[in-house]
Every structure is written in structure tokens, then in C-alpha cells.
């Protein structure tokens, strides 16, 4: 997107909570940042062992799933993966377009850092 004058101007995305299969949710911001924060049974935290089938596991927590870590991922308007880059920017392991076991004050960080990014 260009200005009057010819000048990349960048583009505005709306921003947007969403709610991802009762495992976790994604923030989108207005830079078009993504975060995605998941947290059920699969993903890399505390509760990856919980069965979906499980009716004493997964299903009777769907009302209030809860965990101490969570998986975090980060991409931009255009689906390319960044969480390598955001991780490096906060002293992170960034080996994996996707972090396991996260807490939830690294997870504000994320946020954080990923709300700055273009």
C-alpha cells in the first residue's frame, strides 16, 4: 500500500481475539501480528498429556482449562513465521517456529515485543 506520494505506507490490520478449538486462543494486532497461545492436550505445556477421548481428562476441563506454561507461536500479516525472531529478541531458544513450555510472564513478553514488531 502506497501513500498519495508513492511512499509504502503500512497497511492496518484489525485487530481480534479468537478462540482456538477450547485449547487456547490467538491475538491479532493492528500491525498484523499474530500470537498464539494454546495450552490442550498436544500442545508443548503441561496438559500435552490430557486425551481429547478422555472424558475424566481434556473434556470435563473444557469449562475452565488452565495450565502453568503454554505453547507460543508468532507470524506476521502475511503468515510468515517470526516467533524465531521475537524469541531472539527477548534472550529466547530460538530454534523452533513454535515455543514449548512457556510461563505466563515470558508469554506477556511475547506479547509485548510482538505488538512493536512491523
Not at 101 to 107: A, E, G, H, K, L
Request: some cysteine.
Amino acid at each position: 500500500m502506497t501513500n498519495e506520494k508513492g511512499a509504502a505506507v503500512a497497511q492496518k490490520t484489525a485487530p481480534k481475539v479468537a478462540i482456538t478449538y477450547a485449547r487456547g486462543w490467538h491475538l491479532t494486532f493492528s500491525n498484523g501480528v499474530t500470537v498464539s497461545v494454546q495450552f490442550g492436550p498436544g500442545n508443548y505445556c503441561q496438559n500435552r498429556h490430557l486425551s481429547i477421548d478422555d472424558p475424566s481428562g481434556y473434556a470435563s476441563r473444557l469449562h475452565a482449562l488452565e495450565c502453568p506454561s503454554a505453547e507460543v507461536a508468532v507470524w506476521d500479516r502475511s503468515g510468515k513465521w517470526i516467533t524465531k525472531d521475537i524469541a531472539k529478541a527477548l534472550g529466547l531458544d530460538e530454534s523452533d517456529d513454535v515455543l514449548g513450555y512457556v510461563n505466563p510472564d515470558t508469554i506477556a513478553r511475547i506479547i509485548h515485543c510482538a505488538m512493536g514488531e512491523a
